[in-house]
T-cell receptor, first 115, second 110 residues
């Protein structure tokens, strides 16, 4: 079964440092997403990406966040200057059609720890 | 008011039991509805979409009541492997982003 692959599985970074979380969506999928889940809390939407541009973003996705699809396979989330409260599990997801109608396939996540 | 509200549980049931989860959502413009399951420290996995006509997948039955803004999931003949957190999820907004409930924790006991 095709998978969404995320690397690294765990990243520890110092406050104020930049991090890039990497995702390889399923190859023929067209819609890409980032979600996060702070430990013990619910999964929260960050951003959706379609046709090489952001289609929607939440209030969490402020100027310190950016996304990029630098080539045909990778989809990255960059956090420019990490804060302690950015510590969370970050999930990438993709879907062939509009995932809001059919659901997404999530990657296994990157656990980000900011110290 | 929470956008998607679920009873957090935990629900502890014996193997073979039938268990029902309920969920309410606040956005009447929500477009699609799902149940996901999440194992501890893992990614959410789509269990099933939910339709007004009701839908069934093996031991799992989901129902949507748009008028009441209420979603349900019924698990029959529960197995040990059903132990997980069940997430009620709705899509809304221009990009159909998913809004997750906080989840209901289920433990099936031998």
């Amino acid at each position: 079964e095709p998978e969404v692959t995320q690397t690294p599985s765990h990243q520890v970074t110092q406050m104020g440092q930049e991090v890039i979380l990497r995702c390889v969506p399923i190859s023929n999928h067209l819609y890409f997403y980032w979600y996060r889940q702070i430990l013990g809390q619910k999964v929260e939407f960050l951003v959706s990406f379609y046709n090489n541009e952001i289609s929607e973003k939440s209030e969490i996705f402020d100027d310190q966040f950016s996304v990029e699809r630098p080539d045909g396979s990778n989809f990255t989330l960059k956090i420019r200057s990490t804060k302690l409260e950015d510590s969370a599990m970050y999930f990438c997801a993709s879907s062939l059609r509009d995932g809001g109608d059919y659901g997404y396939t999530f990657g296994s996540g990157t656990r980000l720890t900011v110290v | 008011r929470k956008e998607v509200e679920q009873d957090p549980g935990p629900f502890n049931v014996p193997e073979g039991a039938t268990v029902a989860f309920n969920c309410t959502y606040s956005n009447s413009a929500s477009q699609s509805f799902f149940w996901y399951r999440q194992d501890c420290r893992k990614e959410p996995k789509l269990l099933m979409s939910v339709y007004s006509s009701g839908n069934e997948d093996g031991r799992f039955t989901a129902q949507l009541n748009r008028a009441s803004q209420y979603i349900s999931l019924l698990i029959r003949d529960s197995k040990l492997s059903d132990s997980a957190t069940y997430l009620c999820v709705v899509s809304s907004g221009s990009a159909r982003q998913l809004t997750f409930g906080s989840g209901t924790q289920l433990t099936v006991l031998p």
